[in-house]
């Protein structure tokens, strides 16, 4: 072979790698470039999405947060356009007032404005080393819900018995009251005007690669993420008035 064909044969192969390198960042750049944009936005994940493993493996947390979570917001961006109503009042206040929402979109409102606010609040409220409840947290789980070992046992319970897609909560009232109520699809306690100190999400795509039908294991295992900080501070939110999604 002359050196000239050598020569070549290193250029192209040179530029064959440094295509190869550079597709994934074009193909990411593209997808986000696509994502609607609007009045709604979706916050980053505070942490990484490894953060959570074992319980939660950053796959998972990956598609959960930037595909599901994004399409709600996506979603709504698309209703906005040509219901900016939807978008100029606080969600809480739209999922309370459903029956106010235009017919045409009610349903879709529903849908992905409760998906938008219920990941909003799981993201939250989970970390790593999210050690303990106490202080008034505690105190209330106790005095409401019988203890931990209670609240976790009728939690885990009360999730498995979910048919289908949907979630589990405690909710909280503003006299800093604590119940547990389960809720189909991506309903949510706000759309009765109640809050939600902290919730789980059972829908398969919340577990399922790791889990995959044990969703029994799942709820057991995520009570390990659970940031018991972040909690007290909604609680102290609730009872101040201020709590939003």
Do not use: C
């Not at 699809?185 to 809050?195: F, H």
């Not at 919340?206 to 294991?217: H, S, V």
Request: no cysteine.
């Amino acid at each position: 072979m002359s050196s000239m064909s050598r020569r070549r044969l290193i250029i192209a192969a040179g530029s064959i790698a440094a295509a190869a390198t550079s597709t994934p960042r074009m193909v990411f750049a593209q997808a986000t470039a696509q994502a609607p944009s609007g009045p709604f936005k979706i916050d980053p994940l505070p942490y990484p999405t490894s953060a959570l493993e074992p319980h939660i493996d950053a796959r998972t947390m990956e598609i959960h947060h930037d595909k599901h979570h994004q399409a709600y917001v996506s979603n709504l961006n698309t209703f906005a356009k040509d219901h900016p109503a939807i978008a100029e009042k606080p969600i809480v206040e739209v999922l309370a007032g459903l029956n106010s929402v235009p017919d045409a979109v009610r349903t879709g409102v529903r849908n992905n404005m409760g998906g938008h606010a219920n990941h909003t609040m799981f993201w939250q409220i989970m970390g790593p080393n999210g050690g303990k409840p106490e202080g008034e947290v505690l105190a209330a789980i106790e005095r409401d819900l019988g203890g931990m070992e209670k609240l976790q046992t009728d939690f885990n319970a009360a999730g498995g018995r979910v048919f289908g897609s949907g979630w589990v909560f405690v909710t909280v009232t503003k006299d800093g009251k604590l119940a547990l109520e389960t809720r189909p699809n991506q309903d949510t306690p706000l759309m009765d005007g109640k809050r939600a100190l902290l919730g789980n999400d059972v829908w398969e795509h919340a577990y399922y690669l790791t889990y995959q039908n044990r969703r029994p294991d799942y709820l057991k295992a995520w009570w390990n993420t659970v940031n018991w900080k972040a909690v007290a501070e909604r609680y102290a939110a609730a009872k101040a008035g201020t709590l939003g999604v």
